[in-house]
Nanobody, 119 residues
Framework: QVQLVESGGGLVQPGGSLRLSCAAS????????MGWYRQAPGNQRELVAG???????NYADSVKGRFTISRDNAKSTVYLQMNRLKPEDTAVYYC?????????????WGQGTQVTVSS
């Protein structure tokens, strides 16, 4: 079992920055593939960024060059640094943890944190 707690969301103006954190507990964090997903009203949940246990990363095209995912295995925490935020980045952001080869839907989810980009 893994428990995930997100933090760092809030209201920010277009062009601003936020850093989301996801603290994990309950299992061996370093073994898990970690991901950040988001869901805007009326939309499906979508992958924003992922990071493997070895540190390989992947990003949605819409956030490449603006967002950076990282992990600190010693702190059992994954981060999402979001720069040059746009109104279309507004969504609830969720942290996901899964074993290698396991679909995200069968992994663990945090409760979500709201990010609102608005002037």
């Amino acid at each position: 079992q893994v428990q995930l707690v997100e933090s760092g969301g809030g209201l920010v103006q277009p062009g601003g920055s936020l850093r989301l954190s996801c603290a994990a507990s309950g299992s061996i964090f370093s073994f898990y593939v970690m991901g950040w997903y988001r869901q805007a009203p009326g939309n499906q949940r979508e992958l924003v960024a992922g990071i493997s246990s070895s540190g390989s990363t992947n990003y949605a095209d819409s956030v490449k060059g603006r967002f950076t995912i990282s992990r600190d295995n010693a702190k059992s925490t994954v981060y999402l640094q979001m720069n040059r935020l746009k109104p279309e980045d507004t969504a609830v952001y969720y942290c996901n943890a899964r074993g290698f080869g396991v679909p995200p839907s069968e992994g663990y989810w945090g409760q979500g944190t709201q990010v609102t980009v608005s002037s």
